[in-house]
């Protein structure tokens, strides 16, 4: 099956920081998705972006399918935006496959 | 707008009892539904799908079964839990054929077996 590697593991930032989280996979697929996981467990999606880039404030999305990997970029971080990061990816439309995940810390 | 809520929200149980944890989705007919298990400090685990009414893909042999009675309903169950079946259980949704098969969770229960 597909295999999806995000890095890094962990990443901590004081708030107003960068970040680019990474997401590789291993084969042609027709469905990516980013999704932040917050504290206290709530999943919430992000990007649905198989290809292209997308927007949205002060998080973009670029996936580059043809080298088979996506990056998440995190703009002006708050604390509101700590939580795990997980890329997740499938060869259909109905079933992903969920990387570990980066966990973001943000710090005031 | 579309809900999904799941329940119970945290569930202790005994090695060897019984589960039925529900889900149901608001506001849209004929959604995909998902089940998918994460072990803590892990990614997630696709458990089962289901693209309609008694229509149910198992992605992992396990003690645990599903089972979709209604449209907008989606059941996890086990006759008998085991230690291994600790975990965070979570439900999601996706609109039907045709459209962007983005995935909403819903919040999420919360299983300790003892």
């Known amino acids: 099956g597909i295999q999806v590697e995000q890095s890094p593991p962990d990443l901590i930032l004081q708030e107003g920081a960068n970040s680019t989280l990474r997401c590789n996979f291993s084969?042609?697929?027709?469905?990516l998705q980013w999704f932040h996981q917050n504290p206290w467990g709530q999943l919430i999606n992000l990007f649905y972006i198989p290809s292209g880039t997308k927007q949205n404030g002060r998080l973009s999305a670029t996936t580059v399918a043809t080298e088979r990997y996506s990056l998440l970029y995190i703009s002006s971080s708050q604390t509101t935006d700590s939580g795990v990061y997980f890329c997740?990816?499938?060869?259909?439309?109905?079933?992903?496959?969920f990387g570990t995940g980066t966990r973001l810390q943000v710090f005031p | 707008s579309q809900t999904i809520h799941q329940w119970p929200a945290t569930l202790v149980q005994p090695v060897g009892s019984p589960l039925s944890l529900e889900c149901t989705v608001e506001?849209?007919?004929?959604?995909?539904l998902y089940w998918y298990r994460q072990a803590a400090g892990r990614g997630l685990q696709l458990l089962f799908y289901?693209?309609?009414?008694?229509?149910i893909s198992s992605e992992v042999p396990q003690n645990l079964s599903a089972s979709r009675p209604q449209d907008r309903q989606f059941i996890l169950s086990s006759k008998k839990l085991l230690l291994s079946d600790s975990g965070f259980y979570l439900c999601?949704?996706?609109?039907?054929?045709?459209?962007?098969?983005?995935?909403?969770f819903g919040p999420g229960t919360r299983l300790l077996v003892l």
């Open positions: 289901s693209v309609g009414i008694g229509q």
């Open positions: 506001g849209t007919s004929n959604p995909n």
């Open positions: 997740a990816v499938g060869e259909d439309t109905d079933k992903l496959i």
């Open positions: 084969d042609s697929v027709n469905n």
């Open positions: 999601a949704w996706s609109f039907g054929v045709l459209q962007a098969k983005t995935q909403y």
